[in-house]
């Protein structure tokens, strides 16, 4: 029996995947505040729930989800892969562990002057700067698919 053997089909390069490829070595660095648990990590379609506080080279917060640093206290909910975020985190939350709290040092083209950034910047937000995001990854699992059916 004879089998006809098609070459596979690649997967389609997404949005994302291009926009990574532009990073430059050096324009995200990581240091982990906090080591968390586990050995798995976030990947594209799980939904992950995390703290962010943005900070200048200077320490000034400039952003923060945390209420002691002026946020209302609410996590951020997303889903890698789907939601609308800034590369240097698309690129270093899956390197995150549960419970783990990191420091992400980005150059701007990893946070809100990336060219075409799909997120835009608060108002009065130093975007052209260097900046550091502390990420704390308080969960994550695989993304429930949401119906929009609605019984009559």
């Known amino acids: 029996m004879e089998q006809n053997h098609l070459p596979k089909k690649k997967k389609s390069e997404t949005e994302d995947d291009k926009r990574r490829k532009k990073i430059v070595a050096g324009s995200l660095l990581k240091a982990v505040v906090r080591p ?8 594209d379609g799980d939904q992950i729930i995390y703290h962010c506080t943005v900070r200048t080279v200077d320490g000034v917060v ?7 640093c002026g946020g209302r206290g609410l996590p951020v909910r997303d889903v890698l892969g789907k939601s ?6 698309l690129e270093g939350i899956p390197t995150m562990h ?4 990191a420091m992400f ?11 075409d950034c799909p997120v835009s910047a608060p108002a ?3 975007k052209d700067d260097e900046l550091h995001f502390e990420i704390e990854l ?12 609605k019984p009559t």
Do not use: C, Q, W
Request: aromatic share 8%.
């Open 36 to 43: 968390g648990g586990g050995e798995s990590s976030p990947k």
């Open 62 to 68: 400039v952003e923060s989800t945390r209420s002691e």
């Open 84 to 89: 609308k975020m800034i590369l240097g985190l």
């Open 98 to 101: 549960k419970g783990e709290i």
């Open 105 to 115: 040092k980005m150059k701007p083209e990893m946070h809100y002057a990336e060219k």
């Open 124 to 126: 009065n937000f130093p």
């Open 138 to 149: 308080l969960d994550f699992a695989k993304a429930k698919a949401r119906s929009h059916y």
